[in-house]
C-alpha cells in the first residue's frame, strides 16, 4: 500500500484505479454515476496492488467544501477476491491513520448505509438519516478530531 498524490500517480495507476472504481460501483453494483467528478485531482490516493494488480482503492481529501472543510475519505472499494479477509479494514485504517496525522481534523464520510457497523469501527458515527446517492442508501458519518 502506498499513498500518491494526484500530481504523482503514473498513467498506468490512474487507469487502475479508474478500472477498479469503476468495476465495483458502477458493474457490480449495477449504478451508473458520474465517477469523474473533479476531485481526483486535490485527493490523495492510497493504492494497494497485489501481483501488479490493484486490489483496493480509497480516496482522502485534507478539505472539503461539501463538509464545511473538514476531512473526508472517498471511493473505498477493493476487488471481490479480497473481500472478507480483513483487507477492507487494512485500507480504513490507513487512511484513517493518514487523515490524523497529516490533517488532524474531524473527517465526515459519506457512507452506503449497510456499512454503517464496519465505519463506526474506526470511531464514524452516524450524523443523518438515511439518503439515496446515485440512487444507492447513503448515511452521513462523521468522525470527531481526535485530540491527545
Known sequence: MYWRSWQDLS???LYDLLQLR???FSVEQDCPYQDCDDLDQVAHHLLAYNDNQLVGYLRVFEALD???GNASIGRVCSCESMRGSG???????AAVIYCDENFNKTIIIS???YLRDFYHEFGFDVASEIYLEDGIEHI??????QHD
Open 11 to 13: 498513467k498506468q495507476e
Open 22 to 24: 469503476l468495476a465495483v
Open 66 to 68: 461539501k463538509y464545511q
Open 87 to 93: 483487507f477492507g479494514k487494512q485500507l480504513m485504517q
Open 111 to 113: 457512507a452506503q448505509a
Open 140 to 145: 452521513k458519518m462523521v468522525r470527531e478530531m
